[in-house]
Nanobody, 127 residues
Framework: QVQLVESGGGLVQAGGSLRLSCAAS????????MGWFRQAPGKERELVAA????????YYADSMKGQFTISRDRAKNTVYLQMNSLKPEDTAVYYC????????????????????WGQGTQVTVSS
């Protein structure tokens, strides 16, 4: 089992940047593909980005490409989401997610593929 704790959310003006962090507990961090989802009020939870357990593969939702960057640090058991050029429509609760996998290069793309969730961190972008 793994526990995920997000941090780094907050209020930022449009055009600004934030970096979210997700610290994972346990010694098996390297056996999990990791990712970030977001959910705005009244909307479904949607994938932002995912990264394979090896870190060699990344996947971004089409609308997020070029704006967000996902990365992971094995030594720190942490996954990051760098968010640039933020817009008011990026306002949402951002959730860290993990999926156990034996495949080094696989990623997940949908909420029903996730094994563990963090509690979420609020990101608010003001205009």
């Amino acid at each position: 089992q793994v526990q995920l704790v997000e941090s780094g959310g907050g209020l930022v003006q449009a055009g600004g940047s934030l970096r979210l962090s997700c610290a994972a507990s346990g010694r098996t961090f390297s056996t999990y593909a990791m990712g970030w989802f977001r959910q705005a009020p009244g909307k479904e939870r949607e994938l932002v980005a995912a990264i394979s357990r090896s870190g060699s593969n990344t996947y971004y939702a089409d609308s997020m490409k070029g704006q967000f960057t996902i990365s992971r640090d094995r030594a720190k058991n942490t996954v990051y989401l760098q968010m640039n050029s933020l817009k008011p429509e990026d306002t949402a609760v951002y959730y860290c997610a993990a999926k156990y996998t034996v495949t080094f290069g696989s990623v997940f793309t949908a909420p029903n593929q996730v094994d563990y969730w963090g509690q979420g961190t609020q990101v608010t972008v003001s205009s």
